[in-house]
């Protein structure tokens, strides 16, 4: 059927393409590979202090052994759970605050300056209060990782909203289309790409928030084990529990793009 549908030109563009991408695949993974073994290599060599700069082969027997004590799923659960709540906390009530900005034109004039400032707050300021307010659970790493996402989810997807075509908004209002009908008929659809941009942006923050919030108050979770690590001297649980949080942040990031790549079919 694809030789049916398809000119031959077409078929071999496509074969390119896919060539192209395993290619890219394998220099990715090429790269990656060479920089762990020549940072294994240096370590076994003594070129550099494995002590204080750890190994693979360290890293890898540290996560080893976290997974034979039972800890290694148990602070993983425990940072991912933190992270994806905040996520979607400040994700959703980000979208709806600057839904409601956007419908009025008075409200966003008059507390744009505040949201702008409270972008610029260094949150990490704001530990102490948080402890006091909310208390040392997990509830208070959830709100640390929602403050410091939200703001970029309002500002960001209300500058989406803002950017839409004016021709096209100024027919719609020609048409007799209120407001309300311009954001369900036109500026949510046509923002689409701006909102998955935003999801992207906000998970990097919300993994930042959430190790934040566990270097202030925690007992369990990644930021824990880093923060432990460090105290105790201990570089390679510190460095696992660090490739293990990129790894998470990374496969979080993949199911955005995942999306992303939906919705573009």
């Not at 009530?93 to 260094?122: C, H, K, Q, T």
């Not at 704001?126 to 790493?141: C, N, R, V």
């Not at 500026?187 to 992207?200: E, F, G, M, Q």
């Amino acid at each position: 059927m694809k030789n049916l549908n398809c000119s031959e030109e077409h078929l071999a563009y496509l074969k390119r393409k896919k060539i192209k991408a395993v290619m890219i695949n394998a220099a990715r993974v090429g790269i990656l590979c060479a920089l762990l073994g020549l940072w294994e290599l240096c370590a076994q060599l003594k070129l550099i202090d494995p002590f204080v700069t750890s190994s693979p082969s360290r890293i890898c027997a540290t996560i080893g052994e976290l997974y034979a004590n039972g800890n290694l799923f148990y602070h993983i659960g425990v940072t991912l759970m933190e992270t994806v709540a905040g996520f979607a906390i400040a994700a959703g009530l980000g979208y709806i605050v600057a839904v409601l900005l956007y419908m009025s034109d008075w409200a966003r004039r008059i507390f744009e300056p505040y949201i702008v400032v409270l972008n610029s707050l260094p949150k990490i300021a704001l530990g102490p209060l948080i402890i006091i307010w909310i208390g040392t659970g997990y509830s208070a790493i959830i709100f640390m990782t929602v403050l410091v996402a939200i703001i970029v989810c309002i500002m960001n997807t209300l500058t989406g909203f803002l950017s839409v075509d004016k021709t096209m908004l100024t027919l719609m209002k020609a048409m007799g289309a209120g407001k309300a009908q311009q954001l369900t008929k036109l500026v949510i659809p046509a923002t689409l790409p701006s909102l998955i941009n935003t999801l992207k942006i906000a998970v990097g923050l919300s993994w930042i928030g959430s190790i934040m919030g566990e270097y202030i108050v925690s007992r369990a979770g990644l930021g824990y084990l880093i923060v432990y690590g460090g105290q105790v001297f201990r570089l390679d649980l510190v460095m696992a529990a660090t490739i293990i949080l990129c790894a998470l942040a990374g496969g979080m990031y993949g199911i955005i793009a995942l999306i992303e790549k939906r919705l573009n079919k």
